[in-house]
């Protein structure tokens, strides 16, 4: 087998999305799941890279809103870790215990959790530094990983026992203001997610059965992976003052009244939603990566022989000179590899732009644009390389997006009843909207007879309630929810 063969994805996405996402992490070198320990594996440059661009917008959007960047311990005290019951009662199984330390392997005298999340790590020093009214709105956020023992199979990016996330914590003096950070979380995970990644997503007002551990409400967004299935993405929660009152965070108010906080929590994963770049962009070839966050954003491939070499390799820095004051580019002069392998080496890896030069460009002073999201190929004269590049890059950020909006606009269904709700999720997948009761029964149901559907919830910011019959009970309901199978 060549080279060539070897480097490309092997199926197609709409065949075997599962088969095609493990092709695709191994290919693009994306990470490595070889890693000895169970759950945990090691991310590779050409993700890191691009994870790092993710990290960028999402952080200079959140501290441009007015939040600063902390940095709070991995580890836990069990103390701080059991103040809030029903937190405890949430995460208590997904922790990972340090129990022990030294050589001599010297017990510790309380055990430390590595923090699952840092609730109860930030909101134990927001009870000293918290005095007056002054003090207030607090708005810190940490970009950290963290680790939670996961019971289901783990996956790169998609789920792994270690991911990387912002953690944004924010405390106010009035439930208003908590409530009004609630949708600015919203508003950021717009400006990033779909702004500048592409991916869309519909935020959901989690059911209580299924809100984050000592929330007063969970609103999450999910998106639809090429199998139909959602894959949650950012969540934001309304903690309301379980936490304060658990951790005795109280302030002095304008009136000399001492009150508790109020307080909101936000949790974009940066690794996971990754996951959802690899799946919703990519394509047969391999990952299509919208230019804003593609480590590099143009890849020139000089074409030469012998005789050529030299004027050829000279050409391609000349033109990398061009236009890397404004972009990421690389110029590929590695000799060993013909030019068709480099083509699919950065196809693979969804480089977004590939300029191509060789003799016979030369002669007419020109270089050959190749997009990856198209594959349309264009003529363009030298000296309009810089700004043809610019433009370019615009379209193919703009075209990413619109293709994953239309693929979202498309998964979403209606059914009226569970046999209907079970052959839409079977041979269409994506969200489908039913009247639900708000029973824990008929959700039960839901879940066993459409092997896995998951009420995912409210649509938030939406007004869709519509008197209708509960799709398993019957009973007479205004609320309407989306059932999707899922991650
Ligand atoms: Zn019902």
Same mark, same amino acid.
């Given at each position: 087998m060549k080279m060539s063969e070897q480097e490309g994805i092997t199926v197609k996405k709409g065949e075997n999305f599962s088969e095609w996402y493990t092709q695709i992490v191994e290919k693009a070198e994306l990470s490595d799941i070889r890693y000895?320990?169970?759950?945990?594996?090691?991310?590779?440059?050409?993700?890191?890279?691009?994870?790092?661009?993710?990290?960028?917008?999402?952080?200079?959007?959140?501290?441009?809103?007015?939040?600063?960047?902390?940095w709070f311990p991995a580890l836990i005290p069990e103390s701080n870790f059991k103040k809030e019951a029903d937190h405890v009662e949430g995460f208590g199984a997904e922790v990972f215990w340090v129990t022990e330390a030294g050589s001599e392997g010297k017990k510790l005298e309380e055990r430390l959790a590595m923090r699952p999340t840092s609730e109860t790590a930030m909101y134990n020093m927001y009870a000293l530094w918290i005095r007056t009214w002054r003090d207030l709105p607090m708005k810190l956020y940490q970009r950290c990983?963290?680790?939670?023992?996961?019971?289901?199979?783990?996956?790169?990016?998609?789920?792994?026992?270690?991911?990387?996330?912002?953690?944004?914590?924010d405390v106010f003096a009035t439930q208003e203001e908590a409530e009004a950070q609630v949708a600015e979380d919203m508003e950021v995970t717009e400006n990033v997610l779909h702004g500048k990644y592409g991916i869309p997503f519909i935020f959901f007002q989690r059911p209580q059965?299924?809100?984050?551990?000592?929330?007063?409400?969970?609103?999450?967004a999910d998106t639809i992976m090429p199998d139909g299935r959602a894959l949650q993405l950012p969540s934001t929660h309304l903690l309301g003052q379980n936490f304060a009152k658990a951790f005795d965070i109280k302030f002095a108010d304008k009136d000399g009244q001492e009150k508790y906080v109020w307080q909101t929590c936000y949790g974009p994963a940066v690794s996971r939603i990754f996951a959802a770049v690899i799946g919703i962009h990519g394509d047969d070839k391999g990952l299509?990566?919208?230019?804003?966050?593609?480590?590099?954003?143009? #890849?020139?491939?000089?074409?030469?022989?012998?005789?050529?070499? &030299?004027? /050829?390799?000279?050409? !391609? %820095?000349?033109?990398?000179?061009?236009?890397?004051?404004?972009?990421?580019?690389?110029?590929?002069?590695?000799?060993?590899?013909?030019?068709?392998?480099?083509?699919?080496?950065?196809?693979?890896?969804?480089?977004?732009?590939?300029?191509?030069?060789?003799?016979?460009?030369m002669k007419k002073d020109q270089v050959v644009f190749v997009r990856r999201d198209s594959g349309?190929?264009?003529?363009?004269?030298?000296?309009?390389?810089? #700004?043809?590049?610019?433009?370019?890059?615009?379209?193919?950020? &703009?075209? /990413?997006?619109?293709? !994953? %909006?239309?693929?979202?606009?498309?998964?979403?269904?209606?059914?009226?009843?569970?046999?209907?709700?079970?052959?839409?999720?079977?041979?269409k997948g994506g969200f489908v909207k039913v009247n639900w009761c708000e029973s824990d029964e008929c959700a039960d149901y839901i879940?066993?007879?459409?092997?896995?559907?998951?009420?995912?919830?409210?649509?938030?910011?939406?007004?869709?309630?519509?008197?209708?019959?509960?799709?398993?009970?019957?009973?007479?309901?205004d609320t309407v929810v989306y059932v999707a199978r899922q991650y």
């Open positions: 000895n320990v169970k759950g945990f594996v090691v991310f590779r440059p050409w993700s890191v890279m691009s994870m790092e661009l993710m990290y960028d917008f999402l952080e200079a959007e959140m501290r441009a809103k007015g939040h600063k960047p902390a990983q963290v680790w939670r023992y996961e019971g289901k199979a783990t996956r790169p990016f998609i789920r792994s026992r270690e991911f990387y996330w912002v953690e944004g914590h059965h299924d809100k984050f551990a000592g929330a007063v409400n969970t609103y999450a299509v990566m919208p230019p804003n966050i593609s480590p590099v954003q143009i #890849v020139i491939i000089p074409i030469y022989d012998d005789s050529s070499k &030299k004027k /050829v390799l000279e050409a !391609a %820095d000349g033109i990398k000179a061009k236009v890397d004051k404004q972009f990421r580019v690389e110029v590929d002069a590695r000799d060993e590899y013909t030019p068709g392998w480099k083509f699919n080496h950065w196809e693979v890896r969804g480089v977004p732009l590939r300029i191509e030069i060789g003799p016979k460009d349309e190929k264009e003529e363009v004269k030298q000296t309009k390389i810089a #700004v043809e590049a610019k433009r370019m890059l615009r379209k193919i950020q &703009k075209n /990413v997006s619109k293709k !994953a %909006d239309k693929y979202m606009k498309g998964h979403m269904h209606r059914a009226n009843t569970t046999r209907s709700l079970k052959k839409t999720l079977r041979e879940k066993a007879e459409t092997d896995g559907g998951v009420i995912r919830g409210t649509r938030f910011g939406v007004e869709d309630r519509k008197r209708g019959k509960c799709v398993h009970c019957k009973k007479e309901t």
